[in-house]
């Protein structure tokens, strides 16, 4: 597996890898278009702040990462996706390792992320990442009743293991 950095290129793909890993589990939003563009408008991501995983010549997964200077933490993991072919083959924890080295490259201290308790599989990632839960926000979806969206950190570097 290679982690690289995201290029204009790569948008139609990181879409589709995008679109097919959220769901209501996982986000408190309506569930966009297959062709909403990953890059730009109305997203807002930009290629500088993507890492693609690529296994051969196909890319598998994406994770944003951007500094963000908050109560959390000073840089933002702002979206993990894995192509679901790829699930369980250590490309999610590959990306995080690689998206917090880069924050920690750059003089980050600690990486943050909002996450929904009703993702267990993530939040169970995350802690063994070494990120912990350091704010809960109680039901606040209105169409996600009994949902909690978590805040979790870590400090950088990361353990190893």
């Known amino acids: 597996m290679n982690i690289r950095a995201g290029r204009l290129d790569d ?7 995008d679109h097919a890993s959220w769901s209501p589990l ?23 702040d993507v890492l693609v995983a690529e296994v051969g010549p196909d890319l598998v997964g994406v994770i944003k990462i951007v500094p963000a200077t908050t109560e959390f933490g000073d840089w933002c993991i702002n979206g993990l996706a894995v192509a679901a072919a ?14 917090c080295a880069k924050a ?16 267990a599989r993530a939040v169970r990632l ?23 969206d978590l805040r979790m950190a870590a400090d950088l570097p990361l353990e190893s293991g």
């Not at 699930?87 to 998206?99: D, K, M, N, S």
């Not at 920690?104 to 996450?115: F, I, P, T």
């Not at 995350?126 to 909690?148: I, K, M």
């Open 11 to 17: 948008d139609a793909i990181l879409a589709a890898i």
């Open 26 to 48: 996982s986000d408190p939003s309506e569930h966009w278009s297959i062709e909403r563009p990953f890059f730009g408008p109305p997203t807002g991501t930009r290629p500088q």
């Open 86 to 99: 790829f699930g369980g083959r250590g490309v999610g924890t590959a990306l995080i390792r690689a998206a």
């Open 104 to 119: 920690g490259a750059a003089g980050g201290a600690q990486v943050w992320l909002k996450v929904l308790d009703s993702n």
């Open 126 to 148: 995350y802690e063994c990442l070494g990120f912990v839960e350091v704010a809960r926000f109680t039901s606040p979806f209105e169409n996600r009743p009994g949902v909690d």
